[in-house]
């Protein structure tokens, strides 16, 4: 009779969020879904969606919720997140509101993870400083940016980072941004490590010339991509093995245009899926993703690894079943 027990446990965690809500003065709601917080549109019901405003207060909820301890997953503008469609058993520490105000100090800027990433880029180039302008049509915020090493066009986050701020101990620490491997589309942050700001060095340079960059990238980009539409960006990160780019080998194969259920392999990029109506399922996007592996499996050897992370759904946590706190799958 496990069920009894995980409900107690159930309710002794939902009175230790309410609790740590109430204390802290932070935002803690029940009944959101990844449908409403993700750029695909699909996902199922969260537990909890907990959503600090500053940087201390983060810091501090975070600690709050390893104390007791209870899982809990770092949600920026979920533009990167392909949530399954079952209930998800954990909280959902969400940084939208972890906004702040941009600090320009000389070549230097200083920014809250939970900033747009388009927008600090627009800042950047009204000051007169240069490095980000490629990423300036990445959607998303700046903490999923750091996560992943957003990039585009030549430029990475990773490489204009001087610092990172993260939440240790229930404290904001700096950690030099050289400490941290920037790799392609992955960086070395350790799983359950809440990433709060980071501080930026930019090169001074034309404003007028930075903007004509940013304009440049902004229309290859709507001219290869898919506008408007629900997506993830590229679903898959492009082969190291291979010469050709994943898009150009699944548009090669003819699934353009590729339907299953509510899901579609863009016709403007095949690296992209796209989702389609009000029920739209994680689970056709899934399908049509494992499908279009299986293909470039088959006919070019080439195991495709996720740009997008799988977010499972998971059963409640018994009491004894607390050790993964803190889940992060890729
Ligand atoms: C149309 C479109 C085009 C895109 N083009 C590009 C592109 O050109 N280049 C590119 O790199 N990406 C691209 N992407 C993907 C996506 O925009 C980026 O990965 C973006 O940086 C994700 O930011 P986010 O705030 O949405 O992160 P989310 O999707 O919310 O999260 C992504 C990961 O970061 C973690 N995370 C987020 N915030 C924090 C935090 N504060 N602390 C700890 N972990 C955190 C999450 O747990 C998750 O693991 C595109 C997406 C779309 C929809």
Not at 74 to 88: I, K, M, Q, T
Not at 189 to 207: S, Y
Not at 276 to 286: K, N, P, Q, T, Y
Request: with cysteine.
């Amino acid at each position: 009779m496990t069920q009894p027990i995980e409900k107690t446990s159930i309710q002794r965690r939902d009175a230790a969020i309410e609790e740590i809500g109430r204390k802290l003065k932070v935002r803690a709601e029940r009944g959101r879904r990844f449908a409403e917080l993700t750029s695909l549109r699909v996902g199922g019901a969260i537990d909890w969606v907990i959503s600090p405003e500053t940087e201390g207060q983060a810091a501090t909820v975070v600690a709050a919720l390893d104390a007791v301890p209870i899982a809990w997953r770092a949600l920026g503008s979920g533009s990167n997140v392909l949530a399954d469609d079952g209930e998800h058993h954990y909280v959902v520490l969400s940084l939208k509101e972890l906004k702040g105000d941009v600090k320009f100090d000389g070549v230097r800027v200083s920014v809250s993870a939970g900033y747009s990433l388009p927008r600090l880029c627009v800042d950047a180039a009204r000051q007169g400083l240069s490095g980000i302008e490629g990423l300036g049509g990445i959607p998303g915020t700046v903490g999923g940016a750091l996560w992943m090493n957003a990039g585009a066009y030549g430029h990475e986050i990773g490489t204009v980072t001087e610092s990172v701020r993260v939440a240790r101990d229930g404290l904001v620490a700096k950690i030099p941004g050289h400490s941290i491997s920037w790799n392609y589309r992955r960086t070395s942050f350790k799983e359950g490590e809440l990433l709060l700001g980071a501080t930026l060095i930019l090169q001074p340079d034309d404003p007028e010339k930075i903007r004509e960059r940013m304009e440049e990238a902004k229309s290859k980009r709507l001219s290869t991509q898919p506008h408007g539409g629900r997506s993830a960006g590229c679903f898959f990160k492009n082969p190291p093995e291979s010469a050709v780019g994943t898009g150009k080998l699944i548009d090669e194969m003819g699934m353009k245009g590729e339907r299953r259920g509510t899901a579609i392999v863009s016709p403007v990029h095949a690296n992209f899926i796209v989702t389609d109506g009000e029920d739209a399922r994680a689970s056709d996007a899934l399908q049509l993703a494992e499908e279009i592996r299986e293909r470039v499996k088959r006919e070019h050897g080439i195991d495709l690894e996720y740009e997008v992370e799988l977010w499972r759904a998971n059963q409640p946590e018994s009491e004894t079943d607390h050790e993964d706190a803190t889940t992060k799958e890729q």
